[in-house]
């Protein structure tokens, strides 16, 4: 399946996302993102539908595969709660505070060049030097 906007989307297999492992993976830019579609019986209760998408803001496809599966696990768990009696604001708040804890894995880890990348070259000298 292809993923253009601009020509800055590419196919799954360019981006190397496996269907299987990678659901609900694109890569823009060579960033990942979290792209998935609401479905069509709770389309008029989720202002995000049709179509999901929020940028991952990592090239690391392992940390992408951590975070895509705690917005996943938050818009399950966000769907099912609209589909039973809660009420749709108290869903809403649960799944803002879902949100908030997967953006909070978000700086638990980075990889090595990230870090690098993050902080200039005298400060990485003098971060290694006791």
């Known amino acids: 399946m292809d993923h253009i906007l601009g020509g800055k989307w590419t196919t799954r297999e ?3 996302i496996d269907s299987g492992n990678d659901r609900y993976l694109t890569r823009r830019n060579g960033v990942y993102c979290y792209k998935r579609r609401v479905p069509t019986l709770l389309s008029d209760l989720d202002d995000r539908a049709p179509i999901i ?3 991952l803001k990592t090239c690391d496809l392992a940390k992408a595969r951590v975070l895509r599966d705690g917005y996943e696990r938050a818009d399950d768990d966000f769907w099912g709660a609209l589909l039973t009696s809660d009420s ?3 869903a809403r708040q649960r ?3 879902a949100v908030r804890r997967v953006a909070a894995l978000g700086f638990t880890y980075q990889t090595t060049m990230e870090s690098c990348m993050a902080r200039p070259a005298p400060s990485l000298l003098t971060a290694c030097v006791p």
């Open 14 to 16: 360019d981006a190397g």
């Open 88 to 90: 749709a604001e108290a």
């Open 53 to 55: 998408r929020t940028s």
């Open 95 to 97: 799944y803002q505070l």
